[in-house]
Each structure stands twice: as C-alpha cells, then as structure tokens.
C-alpha cells in the first residue's frame, strides 16, 4: 500500500513541516507580504489573524471592522481587517487574503507562560480549506493542494 505522502504528492499537494511547540500547538512557517513569520495552525479559528502590533511588520494595510474576535480565553475583542494580502506558505501561494487583525497578547502570553515562543499569528480554517489542506499529526506535516 502507498504512503499518504506518495498519495497526496501524485494528487498535486505539497508537503509543509510543521513544528509541535510545548504548548502542543502546531506552528508553520509563512510569508506574509514577503515577509517571513511564525504562526499557530488553528483548525478552530475560522479566519487568519495577525497581531495587531504586527501591522507595519507584515506592510498591512488595517480598515476598521464591525467583527468582534473570541477565542483562547478572551471574547469580544476589537478587530481590523486587512485585505489584498499575499501569502505564502511553502510552495502554495494566494493573493487577495483578507486577514483579521486584534491583539494577540493573551494568546502570546499563554504561550511564554508554558514556554513556548510567542508568534505573530494564527493561520485559520479559511487557509485551510482554500488550501484543501491534510494534516498528518504523526508526521507533523500538513498537505496543501496547489
């Protein structure tokens, strides 16, 4: 029988490593408007978030937003959104992401306090899905379909 990684490179996916922090979070690797960054793969955060103290580091462009963002312990925080964003994550690009940006102090925070490096975002389920991304949990590897 063939190996998943034989089977999904046949399909058209790329592999892409994924680091398990002490916080037992995956972290990837992507570039954000060319610029390279460190952020938790959360298959339970519907969209992709940047700090918002990464702003003018990842060149964002921030537009207010209505939405209110939840998660990890914090609820209706303010958020701004920025939109016609490149990213790229591996080999597998995108133009025209629309990323929520907030403040992420509470989830770095979490992170120091069990030791973990803080990190500058948090790739979401939209990337995911674009993406039709598999993950491989024992490997710690997730697949994105070019």
Not at 25 to 38: V, Y
Not at 101 to 128: E, S, T, Y
Request: proline share 2%; with cysteine.
């Amino acid at each position: 029988m063939s190996s998943l990684k034989k089977f999904l490179l046949k399909k058209g996916y790329t592999k892409i490593k994924l680091t398990l922090t002490p916080t037992n979070h995956f972290e990837i690797k992507a570039k954000i408007n060319d610029i390279s960054g460190r952020f938790i793969l959360d298959t339970g955060a519907s969209n992709t978030c940047i700090g918002i103290d990464k702003i003018e580091n990842f060149k964002l462009i921030p537009e207010d937003s209505e939405i209110k963002a939840a998660g990890a312990g914090a609820t209706e925080m303010d958020t701004q959104i920025s939109t016609k964003n490149t990213i790229k994550i591996g080999a597998w690009k995108y133009q025209k992401l629309k990323i929520v940006l907030f403040d992420l102090m509470h989830v770095n925070q979490a992170l120091i306090n069990h030791n973990a490096l803080p990190v500058d975002g948090i790739i979401g389920a939209d990337i995911l899905k674009k993406t039709k991304a598999i993950i491989d949990y024992n490997k710690k590897c997730v697949y994105f379909k070019l």
